[in-house]
């Protein structure tokens, strides 16, 4: 009980961290002094603390995950697997470009998140952005939001229903890879929105009243994003629709096999 608590704890954390760190600028550029320009010391000099910060929590989360119960390395061995093939798949991306805002890292993490449980799916994303970066060259300032953000996708895959109907249960699935497919850009701007200037029709700033900057990211989003995402929303529900129930199937007995008892946080 004790372990399982510390694991949920660490999950929390994990998500705090994410949260802080996404809303940082708005914070600190809000309580700055008028007239001085926040070049966004989280976003540079922080990053790398923020990276360390959520490895370390995945490895807490993993340690816990191995002391709490029999099937505990079992997990991470189905982690281990699942990671170094979507990982692979980003590799293959990178090496064979498709349309552009397309990837195929997503459909894996959501099903795994939707077959194993919320607890791995974070931990599927997250380690995934992490090892696919590091092979692919991609380690950069924006790598702990990549990674706190596709550890979400897979949080949020393991708490979808599990439908009978398998009409019923794909429909779903697609629809939650269309939904991230744009969710996970606009989540992802705003790791550098806060901090540009320009146009004020599709910039942030400190005096700016909620309303004000949800028009201003809007404007933002559309011309700079729509187009990119619509691309990554279309690939996941190609490849969902054509994939997810097989897939479901595979990764199902494959739980079963290997006595996998589905974590919730």
């Known amino acids: 009980m004790s372990a399982r608590i510390a694991s949920v704890g660490l999950y929390l954390l994990a998500g705090l961290a994410g949260m802080f760190a996404l809303f940082y600028p708005f914070i600190t550029r809000a309580v700055s002094q008028p007239g ?3 070049t966004g010391f989280l976003q540079v ?7 360390t910060l959520l490895v370390i929590l995945c490895l807490a989360v993993l340690f816990a995950e191995l002391q709490g ?7 991470v061995a189905a982690l281990g697997i699942m990671v170094a093939a979507t990982a692979t798949l980003r590799f293959i991306e990178v090496g064979i470009p498709g349309p552009a805002g397309f990837s195929p890292i997503f459909a894996p993490i959501i099903l795994g998140g939707y077959v194993f449980g919320p607890r791995f799916g ?9 090892v696919s970066a590091i092979i692919t060259g991609g380690v950069g300032p924006w790598l702990p939001y990549q990674m706190f953000t596709a550890g979400w996708v897979g949080l949020t895959a393991g708490w979808l229903p599990h439908l009978k109907n398998t009409t019923a249960e794909i429909a779903l699935l697609v629809a939650f ?3 991230w497919g744009f969710a996970y850009g606009a989540i992802m701007n705003l790791y550098s929105w806060p901090y540009l200037v320009g146009d004020p029709r599709t910039t942030w700033s400190p005096e700016s009243s909620m309303a004000d900057g949800l028009r201003s990211y809007a404007a933002f989003y559309v011309t700079t994003s729509l187009l990119w995402d619509s691309a990554a929303a279309i690939g996941n529900v190609i490849l969902m629709a054509a994939l997810g129930l097989p897939a479901v199937r595979a990764l199902t007995r494959f739980r079963g096999r290997m006595a996998f008892q589905v974590q919730h946080p």
Do not use: D, R, V, Y
């Not at 000099?45 to 990276?51: F, I, N, Y």
């Not at 119960?69 to 997990?75: I, P, V």
């Not at 931990?123 to 995934?128: V, Y």
């Open 36 to 38: 001085t320009n926040e």
């Open 69 to 75: 119960q029999a099937a505990g390395s079992k997990t």
């Open 177 to 179: 890879a269309f939904i």
């Open 45 to 51: 000099s922080g990053t790398p603390l923020l990276a």
């Open 122 to 130: 974070f931990l599927l994303g997250s380690m995934t952005m992490l």
